[in-house]
């Protein structure tokens, strides 16, 4: 990408070439078929199905399981 300024004074001389990658972006839909299963009083297991191709925005590296303790 080659950037010129151009304004009312004139037009600039080229900048620098800069190459740069953006990272990826998080899913745009939520994964599917989300299940918990109690495997004890204190465990449980979580399964689900990734979202659907079109909505990965680059490679799926993980998902983040969050908890926090219920209102009581």
């Not at 950037?3 to 800069?18: P, Y």
């Not at 925005?57 to 993980?62: D, L, P, R, S």
């Amino acid at each position: 990408m080659t950037v010129v300024g151009d304004n009312e004074v004139g037009r600039g001389e080229a900048a620098d070439t800069v190459t740069f990658v953006t990272g990826e972006e998080e899913p745009s839909a939520p994964p599917n078929d989300v299940s918990v299963e109690s495997k004890g009083p204190t465990t449980i297991r979580v399964t689900w199905r990734a979202p659907p191709a079109e909505h990965w925005n680059g490679a799926i590296k993980g998902f983040y399981i969050g908890y926090r303790k219920a209102r009581e």
